[in-house]
Nanobody, 120 residues
Framework: QVQLVESGGGLVQPGGSLRLSCAAAGSIFWINAMGWYRQAPGKQRELVAGITRGGSTNYTDPVKGRFTISRDNAKNTVYLQMNNLTPEDTAVYLC??????????????WGQGTRVTVSS
């Protein structure tokens, strides 16, 4: 069994910053792609940023230049640094990973989500 545990969400004022973390746990051999998604009330879940095992990244247009995804393969952890936050960034942020574990491959592992609220 593998799992992802997110942390770092909270309430922040517009223009502020937050750093999200997502740590994978279990009998993990390696992790392929990792990503951060978000789901705002009444909206579909969307990919915010993704990162390959080698470090190649991609971002959705609204967050380019403000958010940075990174990972530490030794710690099986992915991060999302969010700067210059706006109320439109308010959502539950979920971590996703493609994990090769002792028990086999888990291509779509999801965390439980961490809530980010941007409000004055």
């Amino acid at each position: 069994q593998v799992q992802l545990v997110e942390s770092g969400g909270g309430l922040v004022q517009p223009g502020g910053s937050l750093r999200l973390s997502c740590a994978a746990a279990g009998s993990i051999f390696w992790i392929n792609a990792m990503g951060w998604y978000r789901q705002a009330p009444g909206k579909q879940r969307e990919l915010v940023a993704g990162i390959t095992r080698g470090g190649s990244t991609n971002y959705t247009d609204p967050v380019k230049g403000r958010f940075t995804i990174s990972r530490d393969n030794a710690k099986n952890t992915v991060y999302l640094q969010m700067n210059n936050l706006t109320p439109e960034d308010t959502a539950v942020y979920l971590c996703n990973a493609d994990i090769q574990a002792k028990q086999g491959r888990y291509p779509e592992v999801w965390g439980q989500g961490t809530r980010v609220t941007v409000s004055s």
